[in-house]
C-alpha cells in the first residue's frame, strides 16, 4: 500500500510543478494570468439542473437566477447532473438514519459535547477498506453522530453498514 500511496504523492507534486511552470512562463511572457474555472459549479443563465424538492423527488429546472434558483444554490441543492442529486439524496437519508439510531440507542442525558465524557463513532478506513471505531473526548466535527459507548458504535456498524458506506461515499 506504501507503494500507491508514494506513487499518488509524486503525481500530485508532478501536477504541481506542471502548474507553476505555467504560471512562471505565463509572467515571463508578460501575459495575464489565465483565469481559473470555479470548483464550486453554478448554473449560467437558462442552464438545466437537478434538485432534491420537499418531497425527496429529484426535479429539473433551467436556471432564472431567481430567489428559488439562488436559494436551492445557497443551501447546496443544486447538481449538475440526476446522478450527482441521487447521491447527494441517498447521504441525506443516510445521515438521518444513522443519527435517529444513535438518538434511540444512547442513554438519556448523553451529551456529545461534554468534553469529559468518552463518545465512540464510527469511521472508515481507506486503506484497509473497512468500518471501524474510534472516540474521542470532545466533537470533533459537528456533524459526527456518536455513541455513548463502543459495543453501541460497534452494533451500529452492523446494524446500518450500508448507510455508513453511503455517508463516506464507498457506495
Known sequence: MTKELDEIWIRNCIKKLEESQEYLLTLLNGKEEPKKE??????ENNEGYFYIDEHSYIEYELWENGYTDLDAYEIGNVYRTKE????????IKA?????????????????????????????????????????????????????????????????????????????
Request: glycine fraction near 4%; include cysteine.
Open 95 to 171: 445521515r438521518v438514519k444513522i443519527q435517529r439510531y444513535a438518538d434511540e440507542v444512547n442513554e438519556e442525558g448523553f451529551d456529545v459535547m461534554n468534553i469529559g465524557e468518552k463518545k465512540w463513532f464510527v469511521d472508515y478506513n481507506c486503506l484497509d477498506n473497512a468500518l471501524g471505531v474510534d472516540y474521542c473526548f470532545y466533537n470533533v466535527v459537528p456533524t459526527t453522530t456518536c455513541y455513548d459507548s463502543k459495543e453501541k458504535a460497534e452494533q451500529a456498524i452492523i446494524d446500518l453498514q450500508e448507510e455508513y458506506l453511503i455517508l463516506f461515499g464507498v457506495k
Open 84 to 91: 450527482e442529486a441521487e447521491k447527494a439524496l441517498a447521504k
Open 38 to 43: 470555479s470548483k464550486v459549479w453554478k448554473p
